[in-house]
């Protein structure tokens, strides 16, 4: 009996540290910097530290755009939002394209 192929799935919203790889996953992204905040991690969490992604079913992190192909994959994506693709507004030029996933895409 052969196993069954694990369809890989976006499970939860993540905020990671990029210089201590320190990761904590909630709902939403607001939910997240709010825990980072509550836990004294980082009393003004700024996107230049911590990166919005996403965790997969194995707690695997994945960028906004990673997690994008993943959940459009495995057909979670339940609405496209203009927002991922007018992003490049509220960022910092030349970072990241469309193809972003956001919360509000999947739930």
Same mark, same amino acid.
């Given at each position: 009996?052969?196993?069954?192929?694990? &369809?890989? !799935?976006?499970?939860?919203a993540?905020?990671?540290?990029?210089?201590?790889?320190?990761?904590?996953?909630?709902?939403r992204?607001?939910?997240?910097?709010?825990?980072?905040?509550?836990?004294?991690?980082?009393?003004?969490?700024?996107g230049?530290?911590w990166?919005?992604?996403?965790?997969?079913?194995?707690?695997?992190?994945?960028s906004?755009?990673?997690?994008?192909?993943?959940?459009?994959?495995?057909?979670? &994506?339940?609405?496209?939002?203009?927002?991922?693709?007018?992003?490049?507004?509220?960022?910092?030029?030349?970072?990241?394209?469309?193809? !972003?996933?956001?919360?509000?895409? !999947?739930?």
């Amino acid at each position: 009996m052969t196993e069954p192929t694990m &369809i890989r !799935l976006v499970i939860c919203a993540a905020v990671k540290n990029r210089e201590t790889g320190v990761m904590i996953c909630g709902p939403r992204h607001g939910e997240c910097f709010n825990s980072v905040i509550d836990l004294g991690i980082d009393k003004q969490p700024h996107g230049d530290i911590w990166e919005c992604g996403f965790v997969d079913q194995d707690n695997v992190f994945m960028s906004r755009k990673g997690a994008w192909k993943v959940a459009d994959a495995a057909g979670q &994506i339940r609405r496209p939002t203009t927002f991922e693709r007018d992003y490049k507004s509220h960022r910092r030029a030349n970072v990241g394209d469309e193809g !972003l996933l956001f919360s509000e895409n !999947l739930y």
